[in-house]
Structure formats: C-alpha cells, structure tokens
C-alpha cells in the first residue's frame, strides 16, 4: 500500500448558525450597581451599621430573587428584626441612587435592534424589576426574563430553557452575555453562544468576532 495517499471526506463542513437573538444581562452590564454599595447606603439611610442589614439581605437574597419573597413582606421583616422604620421607602431610594445606567450599553442595543433580537435575562427581584419599568429601562427589550417572573434564577439551566422558549429559537442562534463567568457555564453546555462581559468596548469587540454587526 502506497503511503501518503489519503481518501477525501465527501461532503462540506456544515455552517455555523447564524445568530439571530443577542440577550443581555442586567446587573453588573446595563446597570452599574453592587449589592455592598446598595446595602451601604439603605443602612445609612435608616441609620444602622452596615453589617446587620448586609447579613439579612444575603439570607433572603435567593427567595428576593425568585419572586417568593415581595419587597413589602421583606421590608417588615428588616422593620421588625432591626427595629427600624420606613424600609421600603429608604430601600428605594438607596437603589436609585446606587444603580447607575450605561448609556453606552444602551446605545449598543439599540443599534443591536435593527438586526437582532435584543432580551433581557437577569436576575432581578420585584423592587428593582418595577423601579426599572418606571424608568423605561426595558422598553427596548424582547423578550424580557426576570427571575422574579419565571420563579428561578440564573445558573439554573431552567432559566435559559425559558429564555430559548420564548424566543423559539435554536441554542446556536442566541448570544448570552453576562459578568458573572459561573452564569455561562449552563448556557454554553446547551450550545448557547456565550460572553463573559467585563467592558463596553470588550463586548463590542468579542460580538463582532461572532460575526455581530451594527
């Protein structure tokens, strides 16, 4: 037998999908905001030291998230343990004035929207999720899913099953992009194309070598 003589593969390489939906995160990406920050600042506001506010939120973080605990009912609860009053008030307002909009974020996908479909999935409780559609900081996303809706939050994969679903898309066909690596990792295991964020101009960068124009 002659060396050096290999037989052709019939057939082409298929084609990659093309990508026809891009979903952003919120937090830490449309939004800047922290949870030490807004937690720093409620505490100031009602006139408490930082630490027991901090350790309660954490506790009640995933039920906030979920939707299985209301600002209201969360609210009492920080009223009652730490005696305080008007938590619901101070809590907004120490929202509003630590979350911080990237208007070149913003910018981004609404140029993005002339091509692509542009969603929202983030993990967001009640309060920030009506604080946010008061500001008109969803109007240029569709679909939107929000933790506190579906009931389960990121990295579930069931929040990412959601978002294919509502989208009636092909896990190839999407782009998720978020600044937590561990929220990634369940998007990329079904074939999601995936992002980790840490810049405007880095995103910016990394869309357009998934081939992404605007």
Known sequence: MKKGLRRKRSGTRPAKAPIKAILFDMGGVLLRISMEAETARWSQLLGIPNGKLHRLYAKRMDALLEGKLSPEEFCREVEDTLQVRQALARWQQAYEETATISQRI????????????VGLLSNAGQLADRLNREEGLYDLFDPLILSCEVGVKKPSPRIYQIALQRLG???????FLDDRPENLVPPRKMGIRTIHYTSPGQLERDLRKLGVRW
Do not use: G, I, N
């Not at 913003?106 to 479909?117: E, H, K, P, T």
């Not at 898309?169 to 782009?175: F, Q």
């Open 106 to 117: 913003l910018f981004l996908v609404a140029r993005l929207r002339q091509r692509y479909r």
């Open 169 to 175: 898309l092909r896990p190839r066909e999407v782009v």
